[in-house]
């Protein structure tokens, strides 16, 4: 009897622990889940998660369902942590709150230098029609420093790094959109941010940071402004400029963007002296109905501004797209801030692609050719352009040499007597060469024609002859585009989730399929013009952001829980053709010591503790 009680006390020791193991793992890549809680401080919820995430030190994210979260303080964002959420979660600032928003406090702040931090795919609301309005500039010498939705940031000496803020919808605040100083390494992308009262994105003290396909509507000051940055690129952004009168801003007080030095930051005396801003460059962005001033420059060594688009509001209204004046009793909704973006794009009939792929051939494109005379022959050869053409930042590319588009004509000669002569057939010859960095077209025209004759006895007689002329054009050669034809990627497999990831060098993107999810991971982004001749071109720009259902940890995609092959498909894309990734280095990887010293060791020792008094407990209930 001894012995089997010993056996069942020794069997329960090991079976909790195997319990505690598998709850730890558990918890591994997993997300936090919440939904809206009743009342009006949903912060509390949030931070109890926030928190959880950043000690949990194991990838938890923390994920909020559709619905109104109603907060009347901060959300405090920590490091190591994704905050992520459904496209109709909305974060949305109580009616009845105090003025808890101000300096280096918004809705959404950080704690210390924050780093390795995402933000995506949800809204906040700052309900500014619902706040007094006295809030807007309330703190003397403070302007529009109420009300910051996303306030993240380092200091001076110590600077936050790693953040991505994506895919939000940003809207109806005192003051920014999105405000980040002193960091490292910050990208904002794919936002939608309308009706901010001061900055839609504002950086301040960054350093190499990236601005990419915002839409940004802005109402007073800027739609986006880099204060005292440092490498730094805006891209494919939208920045509609609402003309109105808001909180004292005057009919048209918003700019497209600035770009400066400034000594000092209003709202906490953040000093910025001894930070130049250096090294910008702003391109392929459109400004719309740009206000004060579409760009505006006032400081700054090596910026670079080139390839933006600028549309006039006149244009819009004639459209009947509404852009009247703004203010606190007509404030623009976000319906009527989309309506705008997408008439903007209209206009533009601006194409974005991953391909360079046009399909265009030469009887695609109308163009007259200037013709000399040869002899009997008139004619001419002129290379238009080349066929599917790419520019990477600025660099011309062909997928192959022969990738040459070519318009040629050839007549009889006008000016030459042709009484008594007709032309029975014209061939036409066209010969390619491409050669030392230079593309040469050569027309080669033979024409037989023919002389009318009358013998001794009437009849008509044809005497038949032969004319030649050569016709050649000769341009510049871009160069063919280098890409792979086959890649092998390298697969992590850990005990509780892997990691995949595919070298991106002469690809467009990389396509990542699992479970019957996707997610596309974007390096080159392409838009679409035609040239004087009207052969279609296209630019690319390199950018780095995932867009699609599956997670992602850093350049690797994340796969949560055991790893199946084959319910994995990759795909690459280069500017010119597509293949499957199928070969990958598959190393299966153990958990660092550390691993398990952060959980199991002080587990370990409750358990124990817990195993001792439960020994000794049942100990005296059966002896």
């Given at each position: 009897?001894?012995?089997?009680?010993?056996?069942?006390?020794?069997?329960?020791?090991?079976?909790?622990?195997?319990?505690?193991?598998?709850?730890?793992?558990?918890?591994?890549?997993?997300?936090?889940?919440?939904?809206?809680?009743?009342?009006?401080?949903?912060?509390k919820q949030i931070n109890e998660a926030i928190k959880q995430a950043a000690t949990s030190a194991r990838g938890v994210s923390v994920f909020l369902t559709a619905g109104i979260y109603e907060v009347d303080n901060t959300i405090i964002m920590r490091s190591?942590?994704?905050?992520?959420?459904?496209?109709?979660?909305?974060?949305?600032?109580?009616?009845?709150?105090?003025?808890?928003?101000?300096?280096?406090?918004?809705?959404?702040?950080?704690?210390?230098?924050?780093?390795?931090?995402?933000?995506?795919?949800?809204?906040?609301?700052?309900?500014?029609?619902?706040?007094?309005?006295?809030?807007?500039?309330?703190?003397?010498?403070?302007?529009?420093?109420?009300?910051?939705?996303?306030?993240?940031?380092?200091?001076?000496?110590?600077?936050?790094?790693?953040?991505?803020?994506?895919?939000?919808?940003?809207?109806?605040?005192?003051?920014?959109?999105?405000?980040?100083?002193?960091?490292?390494?910050?990208?904002?992308?794919?936002?939608?941010?309308?009706?901010?009262?001061?900055?839609?994105?504002?950086?301040?003290?960054?350093?190499?940071?990236?601005?990419?396909?915002?839409k940004i509507a802005g109402i007073t000051s800027d739609c986006a402004r880099l204060d005292n940055c440092d490498?730094?690129?805006?891209?494919?952004?939208?920045?509609?400029?609402y003309g109105g009168e808001s909180y004292g801003a005057y009919k048209h007080g918003a700019n497209g963007l600035q770009i400066g030095d400034a000594s000092v930051s209003k709202g906490y005396d953040a000093r910025k002296t001894g930070y130049p801003t250096r090294n910008i460059e702003v391109r392929f962005n459109t400004f719309a109905d740009p206000g004060l001033k579409a760009i505006w420059l006032h400081g700054g060594e090596n910026v670079y501004i080139h390839d933006n688009e600028f549309v006039d509001a006149a244009i819009l209204e004639t459209m009947g797209v509404p852009i009247g004046d703004i203010s606190i009793d007509n404030q623009p909704t976000l319906e009527m801030t989309e309506k705008v973006f997408d008439s903007i794009f209209d206009i533009l009939e601006v194409e974005f692609t991953d391909t360079g792929r046009t399909d265009q051939i030469e009887e695609d494109i109308?163009?007259?050719?200037?013709?000399?005379?040869?002899?009997?022959?008139?004619?001419?050869?002129?290379?238009?352009?080349?066929?599917?053409?790419?520019?990477?930042?600025?660099?011309?590319?062909?997928?192959?040499?022969?990738?040459?588009?070519?318009?040629?004509?050839?007549?009889?000669?006008?000016?030459?007597s042709w009484n008594n002569t007709g032309v029975s057939q014209i061939k036409k010859d066209v010969d390619i060469k491409n050669e030392n960095g230079n593309v040469?077209?050569?027309l080669?025209?033979?024409?037989?024609?023919?002389?009318?004759?009358?013998?001794?006895?009437?009849?008509?007689?044809?005497?038949?002859?032969?004319?030649?002329?050569?016709?050649?054009?000769?341009?510049?050669?871009?160069?063919?585009?280098?890409?792979?034809?086959?890649?092998?990627?390298?697969?992590?497999?850990?005990?509780?989730?892997?990691?995949?990831?595919?070298p991106s060098e002469g690809l467009t993107k990389v396509k990542y399929e699992y479970d019957g999810k996707e997610v596309n991971h974007i390096y080159l982004l392409g838009e679409q013009h035609r040239n004087d001749n009207g052969v279609i071109y296209t630019n690319f720009s390199k950018v780095?952001?995932?867009?699609?259902?599956?997670?992602?940890?850093?350049?690797?995609?994340?796969?949560?829980?055991?790893?199946?092959?084959?319910?994995?498909t990759v795909t690459a894309y280069t500017p010119y053709e597509s293949f499957q990734v199928i070969h990958f280095d598959h190393i299966k990887k153990d958990y660092p010591d550390k691993f398990y010293a952060d959980w199991l060791f002080p587990s370990f020792g409750l358990f124990l503790i817990f195993g001792f008094g439960a020994w000794y407990y049942i100990r005296k209930i059966l002896y």
């Open positions: 009897m001894r012995i089997k009680k010993k056996t069942l006390l020794r069997k329960l020791f090991f079976i909790l622990l195997l319990f505690i193991y598998l709850s730890q793992i558990g918890l591994a890549g997993e997300q936090i889940v919440l939904s809206p809680q009743g009342g009006h401080s949903n912060q190591n942590v994704r905050l992520l959420g459904d496209p109709d979660a909305i974060i949305r600032v109580s009616s009845t709150s105090s003025q808890w928003f101000t300096g280096r406090t918004g809705v959404i702040s950080s704690i210390g230098s924050i780093k390795n931090v995402e933000i995506a795919g949800f809204q906040i609301d700052g309900n500014i029609k619902n706040l007094p309005t006295g809030y807007a500039n309330s703190q003397p010498g403070r302007e529009h420093d109420c009300e910051k939705l996303i306030n993240i940031g380092g200091y001076s000496g110590d600077f936050a790094n790693n953040i991505k803020i994506h895919d939000m919808k940003l809207y109806n605040a005192f003051s920014d959109g999105i405000y980040i100083i002193y960091a490292d390494g910050v990208a904002c992308y794919d936002n939608k941010i309308s009706n901010c009262q001061h900055e839609g994105i504002y950086f301040s003290v960054v350093r190499n940071g990236y601005i990419n396909n915002n490498t730094c690129l805006v891209e494919y952004n939208l920045f509609f400029s109308h163009y007259t050719i200037q013709k000399t005379e040869s002899g009997r022959i008139a004619g001419g050869i002129k290379i238009v352009g080349f066929r599917d053409l790419i520019n990477i930042d600025g660099v011309p590319y062909i997928p192959k040499n022969d990738s040459v588009l070519v318009k040629y004509e050839a007549v009889k000669a006008p000016s030459y040469t077209a050569t080669t025209v033979t024409m037989e024609w023919y002389k009318l004759s009358t013998d001794s006895t009437g009849t008509t007689k044809k005497k038949y002859k032969t004319s030649k002329a050569v016709f050649s054009d000769t341009v510049k050669a871009p160069e063919v585009l280098q890409r792979p034809s086959e890649i092998k990627g390298i697969l992590y497999e850990y005990p509780i989730h892997s990691l995949a990831y595919v780095n952001y995932w867009n699609g259902d599956l997670d992602h940890q850093g350049e690797f995609l994340y796969i949560n829980g055991s790893f199946d092959p084959e319910k994995l």
